[in-house]
């Protein structure tokens, strides 16, 4: 099995920061591409950022310039930084990441349970 088991949520004040952690264990053969997402109370899930194997980012235009996705591909880990965050930054945030567990399997999409974020004053 894959497990992808996220950290570092938790209440901030606007304005301030956080940084999330995921990382991936269990049988993993390659890790393609790797993102967060996040889903606030009464929406639909979202792309928030994304990156790719070779580090190549991409970011919702809503958070451009204040968060910023980083890997570390030796452990299977993706960090968000979320700086001069707003109130409507809060929801649950989710990892993602394409996986392979072995050589002859296919690409599967795998999910974290979610951590929360909540900016209020």
């Known amino acids: 099995q894959v497990q992808l088991v996220e950290s570092g949520g938790g209440l901030v004040h606007p304005g301030g920061s956080l940084r999330l952690s995921c990382a991936a264990s269990?049988?993993?053969?390659?890790?393609?591409?790797m993102g967060w997402y996040r889903q606030a109370p009464g929406k639909e899930r979202e792309m928030v950022a994304g990156?790719?194997?070779?580090?190549?980012?991409n970011y919702a235009d809503s958070v451009k310039g204040r968060f910023t996705i980083s890997r570390d591909n030796t452990q299977n880990t993706i960090y968000l930084e979320l700086n001069s965050l707003k109130p409507e930054d809060t929801g649950v945030y989710y990892c993602n990441a394409g996986v392979r567990r072995t050589l002859y399997d296919r690409w599967i999409a795998y999910w974290g349970q979610g951590t929360q974020v909540t900016v209020s004053s």
């Open positions: 269990g049988t993993i053969f390659a890790i393609n591409a």
């Open positions: 990156v790719s194997v070779s580090g190549v980012t």
